[in-house]
């Protein structure tokens, strides 16, 4: 059965605080990894689609990175506007559907 | 990117009725469109796969009578909940998919069901 279990589940930073989200995953044979963001009573909000390993995406403050087992999302030096939930998920058939981990709700301080 | 929108963004029911949500997909076409069902706190549960002009398919485990989806054309799936009751109260999202881009996400419909 496809897995995908992300850590930390909670993350508390102070604004310019470096840090990282994993995204772990077990599946019969990917075909595409993304992230997404989601703020509270929204929907999810695209961030990046990795599709093999070395893989590296990057967007303003986010660079998303892929492994053969794992994916990263690096924040460097967040800010507030950055707190939200954020979601990988992993598509593993030609229906692209999507097996959701269950996020990584990041707050960033002050 | 792909803009998805959802109608309505809320919505109070009494338990027994129907709910009908629209997911209309503004700026693309989209074949395929899913539903999905999020509770507080927790992850998107897939509930099933629509395609334009078949009938839908659903994960193990959804009522697919008490969850009817039609997707009529390229920019509209609708999903309609019939005699709700209160465990249907959830947080519905639908998602369009546009080509290998992957899914873009309607802004999500809050279903409460007294």
């Known amino acids: 059965e496809d897995q995908v279990t992300q850590s930390p589940e909670a993350l508390r930073l102070q604004e310019g605080e470096s840090s990282s989200l994993n995204c772990s995953y077990t599946?019969?044979?990917?075909?595409?990894l993304f992230w997404y963001r989601q703020d509270p009573g929204k929907g999810p909000e695209f961030l990046f689609t990795?599709?093999?390993a070395g893989e590296e995406k990057e967007k303003e403050r986010l660079k998303a990175t892929l492994t053969k087992k794992e994916s990263f999302l690096h924040i460097t030096a967040p800010k507030p506007e950055d707190s939200a939930t954020y979601l990988c998920?992993?598509?593993?058939?030609?229906?692209?559907?999507?097996?959701f981990g269950t996020g990584t709700r990041l707050q960033v301080t002050l | 990117g792909a803009v998805v929108s959802q109608h309505p963004s809320w919505v109070i029911c009494k338990s027994g009725t129907s709910v009908k949500i629209e997911c209309r997909s503004l700026?693309?076409?989209?074949?395929?469109m899913f539903w999905y069902r999020q509770f507080p706190k927790q992850s998107l549960m897939l509930m099933a796969t629509?395609?334009?002009?078949?009938?839908?398919?659903?994960e193990q485990g959804v009522e697919k009578d008490k969850f009817l989806i039609n997707h009529a054309s390229l920019t509209l799936s609708t999903l309609t909940v019939t005699s709700a009751h209160p465990e249907d109260s959830s947080f519905y999202i639908c998602?369009?998919?546009?080509?290998?881009?992957?899914?873009?996400f309607g802004p999500g419909t809050r279903l409460t069901v007294l």
């Open positions: 700026d693309f076409q989209a074949t395929t």
């Open positions: 998602s369009g998919l546009a080509g290998p881009v992957g899914q873009f």
């Open positions: 998920a992993v598509q593993v058939d030609a229906a692209s559907k999507l097996t």
């Open positions: 990795l599709y093999s």
């Open positions: 629509s395609n334009e002009g078949s009938k839908a398919t659903y």
């Open positions: 599946v019969s044979g990917l075909r595409g």
